[in-house]
């Protein structure tokens, strides 16, 4: 093997390790990103790749659980328990 093939071997098994490393670290993340549009507005919704568990970003609460209910009462969307 001479100098140049040595170099390009080197090279090319950075570029492959440099990215295996973005791939492993940035990508993917757990999150995937969407959004759901209400009567109210436009919220971003983050689903957990693995979970599946979805949450909605609200100004007032931050990061809540979906389907968990309201989150100020704890009750069950769309009216009270009996």
Do not use: K
Request: proline share 7%; no cysteine; hydrophobic share 40%.
């Amino acid at each position: 093997m001479g100098r140049y093939e040595f170099w390009r071997l080197l090279r090319r098994a950075l570029l492959l390790a440099a990215l295996a490393g973005f791939l492993f670290a940035v990508w993917p993340t757990p999150w995937r990103h969407t959004h759901i549009t209400l009567e109210d507005g436009t919220y971003p919704v983050r689903i957990h790749r693995v979970t599946g568990e979805a949450q909605m970003l609200t100004p007032e609460d931050g990061w809540w659980q979906m389907g968990s209910g309201d989150p100020n009462t704890g009750e069950p969307r769309g009216g009270t328990t009996s």
